[in-house]
């Protein structure tokens, strides 16, 4: 193959990168796409350079020096890009890799070393290959951002981009010594950068998916999983040691109509987000809706389920809402049920509710176990009882443990 075809394959895969992170820029807001898309514009305007200085049109002290410092920016460029794009952030320092780029053309031109082919396309090279192995190093590191699969197709290609840069380095060095030509490294490389535009779009694309599904199992106001991940994230079968508790937030419809409803989504919030610190990450949590939420807990007992639970509550119990003059103080009631293998699921979750329904009757602000249907009847008509005789004695404050 021709220098002119490679120079030509060379422009194209710059050309086709800085279209697909132009319009990729332009649908996403992911950040560093811009500096990619400049980048791979700076890369193909260098080729063209070398490819018309090829040709005898340019003086040879001008496209040289010139397709050299404007590669090297470019290379830079796309650096800061894969920094940026893989951690999801800018930094002012990402600028020192471009500092770097104008420092090594300051040197070489004042060293005269582009005008030597050699020496041009060594150092050229070489430069390439530790640029590369910069965006190899940050999209190794931020791997546990967002664990896509497109994240190692990417890394991959920008590792082979860098082992054949530097192969090409090496031959032009070691000429006698190199494992392989330099025009077949740096064919495999010019490949491995349509493979790179690729990669960098199938990221973008899987994480606007990424995001799509984390909207569609978060709740919108309290930030933690809604009732469809609750629900899709329980297993299919129960083993020893399941177990449910449904908490609800005691008079919750009494906060929202004595202080409005914004006070009461503040409330529920800090309310949610407290019960998930408290829970910890090892425990399923969702908001199965208005002020009720559920947990799914693994290798319980009925004594840790029960102290969990009571964990949470008293949590909740700390926190404190200022309204105007006065303050709400919130408290829950919790239901726990602990699988004995006798049901699935769903039923373990009703006898959690039922549990929760005896809390609220024995008073709120408390947690209960469920037992077994005949000693829940018994318990249910105590507290029926026990409520009864509390309102015959003297009205109830509206808000219950809500207001102070």
Known sequence: MDLATVLLLHKCSFIVGAICFFYVRWRSREPGLDFLAIGEGLLAFASTLAGVGEQGILPYEVWTFGSFSVGVIGYALMAMGFVQLSG??????????????????????????????????????????????????????????????????????????????????????????????????????????????????????????????????????????????????????????????????????????????????????????????????????????????????RDQTEETAVAKADQIRRTVNTLAFASGAETIVPSVSAGVAVWRGDCNAQKLRDQADQALYLAKRGGRNRVELYANPQNMEELSSSATATTVTQHSSGPEHPLGELAA
Not at 147 to 172: D, E, N
Not at 185 to 210: K, T
Not at 239 to 253: E, P
Request: proline share 3%; with cysteine; glycine share 8%.
């Open 88 to 297: 999801r952030r800018r930094k002012s320092t990402d600028c020192f890799l471009l500092v770097v780029a104008l420092t090594l053309s300051v040197a070489v031109g004042f060293m005269h070393w582009y005008a030597e082919n050699q020496m041009r396309a060594a150092i050229f090279n070489a430069n390439t290959a530790v640029f590369l192995g910069v965006s190899c190093a940050v999209i190794l590191r931020d791997f546990f951002l967002d664990r896509l699969p497109a994240r190692w197709g990417l890394l991959a290609s920008l590792a082979a981009a860098m082992s054949f840069s530097t192969l090409v380095a090496v031959g032009m060095i070691f000429p006698q010594y190199g494992p392989v030509e330099p025009r077949y490294a740096f064919f495999m490389l010019i490949i491995c950068h349509f493979s790179v535009a690729l990669f960098v779009v199938v990221l973008v694309q899987e994480r606007a998916e990424a995001q799509l599904k984390r909207l569609a199992y978060t709740d919108a106001l309290t930030g933690i999983p809604n009732r469809q991940h609750f629900l899709a994230s329980l297993p299919r079968e129960l083993r020893g040691g399941d177990a449910f508790i449904m908490i609800d937030i005691d008079h919750f419809k009494s906060v929202n109509d004595r202080y409005g409803h914004e006070t009461g989504d503040v409330v529920l919030v800090g309310v949610a987000q407290a019960i998930a610190t408290a829970a910890g990450r090892k425990i399923t949590l969702g908001r199965l809706g208005g002020e009720e939420f559920a947990l799914f807990l």
